[in-house]
């Protein structure tokens, strides 16, 4: 019995929004590969499911906020999240605020200003302990009712995004609002530019999930789009030439 060469017994990535197989074919820059079913493109860089995830949204030591260099970048980063939590903090109704990839903090301390209860988690996180206000969790380990839950560019960086969504549609209450923004494609090419250059290592984001793709599946979910916003984000070191190109996109959907 002649044996097949060892790429015969390869399996192939599937994609991280619609589990399907990726079809082989040239890699895009960065070694992304897009989705023929969903249009997904995702990073076949990351780190694999057995390797520990080094939890880009929140670092291992955190500095204190007196401790941080104060910018321009900086404090444009600060008024919008402190813009989205007032929105937020309106539009949704009366309960608890779930904030899913917390990283640096600025969007949960926002919301708390407004006065919601609001939990943070942080997928992911290895080595030293999270800030405090912030738990080491997966969403798909919190039960409960939250009156909205955001994902603040952290949805494409999770294991499985798909599976992530579907259970933040089942922890809304009725009239919950979910709220989700994602770079758009132009500023995905344009943040790994950035990165490889300043600051190499492995992608941001695992997976830029089409706007339509993302939609079909929240109204699969039972949920109603309120609103498909194009945003500008300023760009953070390692990742400027981002702001050159591309901002990110915001969706809303309501229960």
Known sequence: MIAGPPDATRTLPTCAWCEQP??????RAFAQLRCE???TTNALDWPAEREPLRAPLLPAAPLRASQRICTLGEAARRR??????????RIAPPGPVLDVGSGDGMLLDALRATGRLTTG???GQTGGEPRAGIRA???TELGGRYSAIVFWQSLGRLRA???ALDHAAALLKPGGLLAIAQPRSTRVQARAIGERIVAPGPPRHRALIPSQALT???????LQVESIDHLLDLPTPGGWLQGLLGGVTAIEARR
Not at 80 to 89: K, N
Not at 216 to 222: D, H, P, Q, S, V
């Open 22 to 27: 990726l079809v082989a074919r040239p890699l």
């Open 37 to 39: 079913q969903c249009g």
């Open 80 to 89: 919008a999240r402190l813009r989205l939590a007032t929105r937020i903090a």
């Open 121 to 123: 988690i942080a997928p």
């Open 137 to 139: 969790a997966d969403i």
């Open 161 to 163: 995004p798909g599976l």
């Open 216 to 222: 079909e599946r929240l109204r699969a979910l039972g």
